[in-house]
């Protein structure tokens, strides 16, 4: 189970979450001259300094930057119904250009910026994300880690399989979203399997879109926040920006992806701009920050404001959940609308180790610093306070 220090963590450039082919299609169609610079942030106290891995990082992305799509998967994303022929000709002759990122110390933390053309340098993010996590563990006590990680994934197939209220006329279902924080890809990979062949009445995906095409499964997932947070930049009226940015969806997918998400500037706020047209067009909405119940009672209560049945929409949540917190939501929601749930660390990177809490995420957008305005504390990011503090004026939000 122990991976080779000799072995190239990244495998496959279609080992990446499927949100960010998604995003990636839409800004090329949309903004392909766009440029941005996306920063990595360790939330949380690290077992040691970062700042160690620093050439075993470069090293790494030595490597993916060497690395293309192979026809095998391109023939696998142009099979994806919302994969326009162009975006997958494009990523044909892509390669990830090596002067676009840069990797540095400060004291004992590791920073990494990436800066460029938004459709060269966003596609860096989860796979940064999980060279750091694996390179990080590697250099942690190994010996009886995964048995471990065995016995707890054990446990949650154990609550699935004896929660019988989960099967009714509101079924119970969930998605891998680990890629980014996984203890390894080996781990990653197991863990996917077991869940696959212990549970497939529940599992319904995954957001690894590699682990998706090998093992037949469906690769889950539609915007993230840098999507919302760019049009912050892209010459729309500041006020009007999450507007556009649904709009520019709406023309990109014309009914395909049709899941939100809502906490780019809090939840209030955009209940206030998810007026009926875009009500009506998008399947559901997502949640990523906040109380979820409380979040899912305002998106429920705007529905019924808009005089839209609510059991006809999906809810998505997809905030540091496990398994137990997402049967929980789901017996608060059931029959009332539809839900499911995306859960990543729990399941990815549920050992005796403590995992890291680490982003990498959109911080300037055209020369303009762009934010997220979050409804959970800690979560929101962005170096340019008069920026920030402009934004929340605008959208009458607080400064978490």
């Known amino acids: 189970m122990k991976e080779s220090n000799n072995k190239p963590i990244v495998s496959s450039l279609l080992e990446n979450d499927l949100y960010k082919f998604t995003m990636w299609q839409a800004l090329l169609h949309s903004h392909p001259g766009a440029q941005a610079e996306y ?25 993916l930057c060497a690395m293309s799509f192979a026809q095998e998967e391109l023939a696998y994303l142009r099979g994806l119904r919302f994969m326009k022929s162009d975006f997958v000709d494009f990523l044909s002759v892509f390669r990830f250009q090596r002067r676009f990122i840069k990797v540095n110390t400060d004291g004992d933390k590791l920073t990494v910026v990436a800066k460029g053309p938004i459709v060269h340098v966003m596609g860096f993010e989860i796979f940064v994300l999980y060279i750091i996590n694996e390179l990080y563990f590697r250099r942690l006590p190994q010996d009886g880690i995964i048995e471990v990680a065995r ?5 949650k197939i154990d609550v699935l399989t004896n929660s019988l209220e989960l099967n009714g006329s509101n079924p119970f279902v969930f998605f891998d979203f680990g890629l980014r924080r996984r203890y390894s ?17 529940y599992l319904r995906g995954t957001s690894n879109v590699y682990l998706a095409k090998k093992y037949g499964l469906t ?31 709406v023309q990109e997918y014309r009914g395909d992806l049709g899941i939100a998400l809502t906490d780019v500037v809090g939840i209030d706020a955009f209940l206030t701009d998810f007026d009926l047209y875009f009500a009506k067009l998008f399947d559901g909405l997502r949640h990523d920050s906040g109380d979820p119940i409380a979040w899912g009672e305002k998106v429920i209560a ?36 539809k839900v499911s749930f995306g859960i990543g660390t729990d399941l ?10 680490i982003v990498m995420k959109l911080v300037n957008c055209n020369d303009q610093a762009v934010a997220k305005l979050s409804d959970s504390p800690g979560k929101t990011l962005c170096d340019d306070r008069t920026f920030l503090e402009y934004l929340a004026q605008v959208f009458g939000c607080k400064i978490s």
């Open 348 to 357: 990815s990177n549920d050992t005796p180790h403590n995992a890291l809490n």
């Open 219 to 249: 690769p889950i997932g539609t915007m993230a926040h840098e999507y919302l947070q760019a049009y912050q930049a892209l010459g729309f009226r500041l006020r009007d920006f999450q507007k556009a940015a649904l709009e520019g969806w």
């Open 185 to 201: 890809g080996a781990w990653h990979e197991e863990m996917l399997q077991t869940l696959n062949a212990a549970v497939p009445q």
């Open 39 to 63: 920063a990595f942030v360790c939330r949380n106290t690290p077992a040691y300094p970062l700042a160690l891995l620093k050439e075993e990082v470069e090293a790494e992305i030595d490597h």
């Open 151 to 155: 016995t707890r994934l054990n446990k």
């Open 302 to 337: 705007r529905y019924q404001e808009l005089k839209i049945d609510p059991t006809s929409k999906m809810l998505v949540f997809s905030d540091g959940l496990n398994i137990p917190a997402a049967i929980g939501l789901h017996q608060h929601f059931s029959g009332r609308c």
